[in-house]
């Protein structure tokens, strides 16, 4: 590894992760593979994503883009989380090609996430 | 005494020191035209004045080890110490036997010109060591062979801090008529090391462990009559054609400096450094799941490695900012793969994963410390508050 690993972004959302936690009677995926987990919560209001929280466990690119996907998708609607795309956040933050595969996991969870919430307010289709 | 920059705190010692002020002094003194900057080859007044620093060098670092100065070759650093010492001494044995033994967690400046020699002919047994990171002596003497030429383990573990018995392995290398090499890159300096007692054959060293500069080292090769080594360059003829190439003077007195330096200040380095290590392992050894790589009975002073369960290794790096520490062998910390040394004792790939090591050195305070190990702590908090658990 040479030069600076991360950039203020990623350094930023790394220290102070806006939207790390839990939410009260939302809907919860989990996903996890050997390097990384992740859990993505979401409430439903009226339709759009009323909030979004996140817990994370793996590199800093990891975390940081997991709060990237919930301060964007707050406030969108519920459909939305079927368009949410890796290559977008990857650029954001920079990350290195060889950790794709980590964001990847990240997409696979918001779709599962879109998936979940799609089977209603109240779904919880954790999974792993 | 160096200044600690407020930016960030140094805590990564065992990589490479700072150039002491002194040092630093003796060095600027002999590169311009005001100073002894000739090659120490010529034969004219001025090449005479830089010899003299050369050996008054080698009187120093020589006066450290309780060696003769001319055991001593000066080369680049300890990876060309190992390099020569090993692949040199494997070559001028090799008429008697191709077998060599070193251990799986020596650096990788020993273990690559092993895998190298092995691509050449030589068999390689690689000793694993035990769950401390020591030698096993037993498994060791049954390793041994009538057709074992060399033996090379190291002095003091980088990653660790283990510190091997070199006295016994070396009187087992002794009784076998093997020769015994030993990377004392980190040792040198810092720990007493008396070459007129120790069976050791050749010993590879560096200056910029000690607060010297980098780019400079030596490798002792002690006066036995069947210690020789063949030599990996060729050139000038210098250093009695082992190591060839103009001397380069400033390095060379430095070292020498660096060596005078740390001759004098042993005793209270030491004193420092353990109270340093302690004191850090008693600020972090109660984080749930936390665990010490290399037995606490022979560690080096200067170093502390510790894993944590449960912990990504890089997001710790990151929380753990402004400590500069690392996750492993400097030398190799552009590699993801979890360090084979914490591997051979033992630890799992996620245990090996969040190892750091911590290393203090003479500018480090009781305060740096204590703010290292209150962010240590601080950081596993904020992580293990970030993961998400497991579904049931």
Redesign the interface.
């Known amino acids: 590894m040479t030069g600076e690993p991360y950039n203020d972004t990623v350094r930023g959302l790394f220290e102070a992760p806006a939207h790390a936690g839990d939410l009260d009677g939302g809907t919860t995926v989990f996903l996890a593979d050997h390097s990384m987990r992740i859990a993505l919560s979401a409430r439903l209001s009226q339709g759009n994503i009323g909030a979004l929280r996140f817990r994370a466990w793996g590199c800093p690119h990891f975390i940081a883009a997991a709060e990237v996907f919930c301060a964007d998708y707050e406030g969108r609607p519920a459909a939305d989380l079927a368009g949410f795309s890796a290559s977008e956040v990857m650029q954001t933050l920079s990350v290195p090609v060889e950790k794709t595969g980590r964001i990847l996991v990240l997409e696979d969870a918001v779709r599962s996430l879109g998936q979940s919430v799609r089977g209603g307010p109240d779904s919880d289709q954790g999974r792993q | 005494m160096m200044k600690i920059d407020t930016e960030f705190l140094y805590l990564d010692y065992a990589a490479t020191t700072p150039v002491d002020e002194r040092v630093a002094a003796v060095m600027a003194g002999l590169i311009d035209i005001d100073g002894d900057f000739a090659n120490p080859s010529s034969t004219h007044v001025a090449g005479r004045r830089s010899a003299a620093h050369v050996e008054q060098a080698a009187d120093r670092l020589a006066m450290l080890l309780n060696c003769k100065a001319r055991d001593l070759i000066w080369t680049s650093g300890a990876t060309e110490s190992d390099n020569l010492a090993i692949a040199g001494a494997a070559a001028y044995r090799a008429n008697r036997g191709k077998h060599l033994i070193t251990m799986s967690t020596e650096h990788n400046a020993v273990t690559d010109v092993f895998r190298a020699l092995e691509k050449g002919g030589y068999e390689v047994t690689w000793l694993a060591p035990d769950e401390h990171g020591l030698l096993d002596i037993d498994a060791f003497e049954a390793a041994l062979r009538a057709d074992t030429q060399l033996v090379s383990i190291m002095h003091v573990n980088n990653e660790t801090g283990v510190t091997q018995d070199l006295a016994g392995i070396g009187d087992i290398c002794r009784r076998h008529d093997v020769l015994f090499h030993v990377d004392a890159a980190q040792g040198v300096g810092k720990l007493p090391l008396d070459l007129a007692t120790l069976p050791v054959d050749l010993m590879s060293m560096t200056a910029h462990k000690l607060y010297g500069p980098k780019g400079v080292g030596a490798l002792y090769i002690a006066d036995r009559p069947d210690c020789h080594i063949e030599p990996l360059l060729f050139g000038g003829g210098q250093q009695r054609g082992l190591r060839p190439g103009t001397l380069p003077v400033h390095l060379i007195a430095a070292f020498g400096e660096a060596a005078v330096i740390a001759a004098a200040s042993m005793a209270a380095d030491l004193e420092h450094l353990t109270g340093l290590r302690d004191q850090m392992w008693q600020g972090i050894r109660e984080v749930p799941g936390i665990v010490r790589n290399g037995g606490a009975d022979a560690s080096f002073p200067a170093i502390l490695n510790v894993s944590v369960d449960?912990i990504?290794g890089?997001?710790l790096l990151?929380?753990l900012e402004p400590l500069c520490v690392a996750t492993g062998s400097a030398c190799n910390?552009?590699d993801q793969e979890p360090s084979s040394v914490l591997r051979a004792l033992g630890r799992s790939d996620e245990l090996a994963q969040s190892a750091i090591r911590f290393s203090f050195g003479r500018p480090t305070r009781v305060a740096d410390v204590d703010f290292a190990s209150r962010r240590y702590c601080r950081a596993i908090d904020r992580?293990r508050?970030?993961?998400?658990?497991?579904?049931a």
Do not use: N
Request: charge should be negative.
């Open positions: 449960d990504e890089e997001s990151l929380a910390s552009h992580l508050a970030l993961a998400p658990e497991q579904p």
